[in-house]
């Protein structure tokens, strides 16, 4: 067995309590109801219908097809209606299960159209044109519709499944149905014709009332035409970044936005600038650069002593020809930005105007580096001692603001994406931290020019990091195999209670201990034979109909045959409900109770009667023995060890990591402020409460994107949750989702806007 502990932060519901009514739920039961209310009233209007048509028929064939087709709905108005509640509920609940696509449920490619019988042609071509009729009448509410169904099911364009309230489930449920029973081709394909004229309209009413219900119940209030999915991690509303334009030359833009500027000190320019005038004019200087685009600069003598003794404050040493000394401490500290200190020293008075707008420039992109609250203060003061290298850098070679390829840009980058999930914790003699500071520790002594060694420094980088994520997927493979054992078993329990649900909508007369049986003892019972078969097996489909029959034999029986065909079911159908509650080990008192109910109820039902036992019959001193008999549900409590679902496999004391490839690669989250898309490597803050903030990476999503396992960056002190549960912690506050852009992109968007603000102003 895989000996993985997980975390849970589930907000789910504890142990032994039944399933609360989702507005899944709730949309299940007011959609069956009402439209298997509008399926009766468009029979009784065809009965009206059809009369007519047999009464103005000229031709003998066509008055024996509407006698024919009106002594159907006659006959067999009741299995009609029965059996489109039944294919109806089928249908929807397949088009919710995660694991089947909208072709599983639903298909109707035209692709499909071809090498069928003609009978099953003029039948599928039969339920298209309904289905498109429901679809031309309805096409406003289901706007609506199809995007709160999206929420619900984890699919805001239903990408992957049909909206289980959708036309074609209506249509297939029809179509399904009048396959039930017996009656020529030609009498279907009419009825279908007829309900085209009335049941649009009456289908358009029940999806107004759905709306309603779940905007009432908070699933999407208002709908914006045209609504698009969230960015991951970002404003859908904001702007494109500057520094992302195709081809844009950043440092011009940057270059025109400072030379609008006021001198002085404002919130975005902390020290008197050049204008964009006086770069130019000295640009055409003798002695100063040959170019102020993109590109390599060529420099004069002057400007090789300068780069001399940025080169050795770069390797703190006192530059050549500097009287006063500059002081270098503030680049060992995790928000000391050197740069402010050389901007205001006489060693600036030796730069031309466009190195000085250079070194604003840089200056406040450390600002905003050394300032950018996702890295850990220690990180800060790593790459902080980069500033002149990069200064340097930028002074020769203007494509770095431009360019993302440029291999200081890319390094600055993926320091900042390394020292993301770093934790102080791991102190200093960790083999991240020791690694970055040996890298930077080179850069200081040995770069002179070029950026041979920022290239080689990323590379080595690049191969540490997919080193160490290999290293962190070996030590994440156990939590993964939790969070699949808690995602099989999360799924069974939907999937069970799904078919109770079903089956109580199909009986909605009951006894109140037999309701109460079922959620009890049947629906875990249900819940355990998944986990340890699948729903085609024998087991499952015995213990499945025995619950059924148990529903069946409660109601009143009227004819004779009704009542001898349960005289010979009991017998069996009893000592299925015996064996089925000691598997689920049913308390001894209600298992008593129940089977003395029944004696009760059997008897009535062979009179015809209706007895229901009050409640207060039920122990309620036991509610959760019944699930007790499967593993304890993911996520009982907040921060609680959990051991791994014992259902899978035992998994080798060191298994190879899971493929990444065989997991959903993002999740949808649907949020008081919107939908989110958080991806896999996307890291989150989690705040419990208690003033203290844990970092965690989304390192796993399992298949049916119900639960996340998020990790530290080594792949250890690993967390699940539910979307559900993600969700709310979200709008609660108690997650926050930490950015994901480049630190460079980062940087330049900021300074470009601040720069634009203060020039408008």
């Given at each position: 067995m895989c000996s993985a502990k997980v975390t849970p932060i589930d907000l789910a519901r504890s142990k032994g309590?039944?399933?609360?009514?989702?507005?899944?739920?709730?949309?299940?039961?007011?959609?069956?109801?009402?439209?298997?209310?509008?399926?009766?009233?468009?029979?009784?209007?065809?009965?009206?219908?059809?009369?007519?048509?047999?009464?103005?028929?000229?031709?003998?064939?066509?008055?024996?097809?509407?006698?024919?087709?009106?002594?159907?709905?006659?006959?067999?108005?009741?299995?009609?209606?029965?059996?489109?509640?039944?294919?109806?509920?089928?249908?929807?609940?397949?088009?919710?299960?995660?694991?089947?696509?909208?072709?599983?449920?639903?298909?109707?490619?035209?692709?499909?159209?071809?090498?069928?019988?003609?009978?099953?042609?003029?039948?599928?071509?039969?339920?298209?044109?309904?289905?498109?009729?429901?679809?031309?009448?309805?096409?406003?509410?289901?706007?609506?519709?199809?995007?709160?169904?999206?929420?619900?099911?984890?699919?805001?364009?239903?990408?992957?499944?049909?909206?289980p309230l959708g036309p074609e489930a209506i249509s297939q449920a029809i179509l399904a149905c009048l396959d039930d029973v017996e009656a020529r081709l030609k009498v279907r394909l009419l009825l279908v014709?007829?309900?085209?004229?009335?049941?649009?309209?009456?289908?358009?009413?029940?999806?107004?009332?759905?709306?309603?219900?779940?905007?009432?119940?908070?699933?999407?209030?208002?709908?914006?035409?045209?609504?698009?999915?969230?960015?991951?991690?970002?404003?859908?509303?904001?702007?494109?970044?500057?520094?992302?334009?195709?081809?844009?030359?950043?440092?011009?833009?940057?270059?025109?936005?400072?030379?609008?500027?006021?001198?002085?000190?404002?919130?975005?320019?902390?020290?008197?600038?050049?204008?964009?005038?006086?770069?130019?004019?000295?640009?055409?200087?003798?002695?100063?650069?040959?170019?102020?685009?993109?590109?390599?600069?060529?420099?004069?003598?002057?400007?090789?002593?300068?780069?001399?003794?940025?080169?050795?404050?770069q390797r703190g040493e006192t530059p050549p020809g500097l009287a006063a000394p500059l002081d270098l401490a503030p680049m060992t500290t995790a928000r000391g930005n050197v740069l402010h200190g050389l901007r205001n020293s006489a060693l600036s008075q030796a730069m031309n105007p466009l190195d000085r707008m250079t070194l604003d420039i840089v200056a406040m992109i450390f600002d905003y580096i050394l300032d950018d609250a996702r890295l850990p203060d220690a990180i800060k003061a790593l790459i902080g001692r980069l500033q002149i290298p990069a200064l340097k850098v930028a002074m020769e070679d203007k494509t770095l603001f431009s360019q993302r390829t440029h291999p200081v840009r890319q390094l600055l980058d993926t320091l900042a994406e390394a020292g993301i999930g770093w934790d102080p914790s791991e102190g200093h003699g960790s083999r991240l931290y020791l690694k970055i500071d040996e890298l930077v520790l080179r850069i200081q002594n040995q770069f002179d020019q070029g950026t041979d060694i920022f290239q080689q420094a990323l590379t080595e980088l690049r191969q540490f990091m997919g080193d160490e994520a290999s290293q962190a997927a070996q030590a994440a493979t156990p939590s993964a195999l939790a969070v699949l054992d808690q995602e099989r078993l999360q799924h069974a329990r939907r999937r069970a209670h799904d078919e109770v649900q079903t089956l109580l909508l199909n009986h909605p007369v009951l006894p109140e201990i037999i309701r109460d049986f079922a959620l009890r003892a049947w629906e875990p019972l249900l819940a355990g034979l998944l986990l340890e078969q699948d729903e085609t097996s024998p087991d499952w489909l015995d213990n499945r109909a025995t619950l059924d029959e148990l529903f069946w034999s409660v109601q009143p029986k009227h004819s004779q045959e009704a009542r001898k065909h349960l005289l010979e079911i009991l017998p069996g159908m009893l000592r299925k409900l015996s064996d089925g509650m000691a598997r689920v080990r049913y308390p001894d008192l209600d298992r008593t109770r129940l089977l003395a109910a029944l004696v009760e109820l059997h008897a009535d039902a062979v009179n015809g009667e209706t007895s229901t036992p009050q409640p207060s019959t039920l122990q309620e001193a036991q509610p959760e023995a019944a699930w007790s008999a499967l593993p304890e549900q993911p996520g009982a409590a907040e921060f609680e060890p959990v051991q791994p679902v014992s259902t899978v496999a035992a998994a080798p004391e060191a298994p190879a990591p899971l493929d990444p490839e065989s997991a959903p690669a993002a999740c949808t989250l649907h949020t008081a402020s919107g939908v989110q898309t958080l991806a896999r490597g996307n890291w989150i803050d989690y705040h419990p409460g208690d003033g203290t903030t844990v970092r965690m990476k989304l390192t796993w999503i399992s298949p049916l994107k119900g639960l996340y396992l998020f990790t530290n960056r080594l792949g250890e002190r690993a967390m699940s949750i539910s979307r559900e549960g993600l969700a709310q912690k979200l709008d609660s506050g108690q997650v926050t989702l930490v950015e994901s852009e480049p630190l460079l992109d980062r940087a330049l968007d900021h300074l470009v806007r601040d720069l634009g603000r203060q020039a408008a102003g």
């Open positions: 309590a039944e399933f609360r009514q989702t507005p899944l739920d709730i949309c299940r039961e007011r959609a069956c109801s009402a439209l298997t209310a509008a399926w009766s009233e468009v029979l009784q209007k065809a009965l009206e219908r059809l009369l007519k048509l047999a009464d103005q028929a000229a031709e003998a064939e066509l008055y024996h097809l509407y006698l024919d087709t009106l002594e159907l709905v006659k006959r067999q108005r009741n299995p009609l209606e029965q059996g489109f509640r039944a294919h109806y509920l089928q249908h929807f609940n397949l088009a919710c299960r995660p694991d089947r696509r909208s072709q599983d449920v639903l298909s109707m490619d035209p692709d499909q159209l071809t090498l069928v019988e003609p009978d099953d042609l003029e039948k599928r071509l039969a339920g298209e044109s309904l289905a498109n009729n429901l679809y031309n009448a309805c096409s406003e509410e289901l706007f609506g519709l199809d995007r709160r169904m999206g929420v619900l099911l984890d699919d805001p364009e239903l990408t992957q499944r049909q909206n014709s007829l309900l085209s004229r009335n049941l649009p309209e009456r289908v358009k009413a029940v999806y107004h009332e759905l709306n309603l219900l779940l905007i009432d119940k908070g699933v999407l209030p208002s709908i914006r035409s045209g609504l698009r999915r969230r960015r991951p991690l970002h404003d859908a509303d904001a702007e494109p970044p500057a520094s992302a334009a195709p081809g844009g030359d950043l440092f011009r833009t940057l270059q025109a936005l400072m030379g609008q500027s006021p001198t002085g000190h404002g919130p975005a320019i902390p020290f008197p600038l050049a204008s964009a005038t006086q770069v130019r004019n000295d640009a055409a200087t003798p002695g100063a650069m040959a170019s102020a685009g993109d590109g390599i600069f060529t420099a004069s003598p002057e400007r090789g002593l300068l780069m001399m003794q940025l080169t050795a404050l």
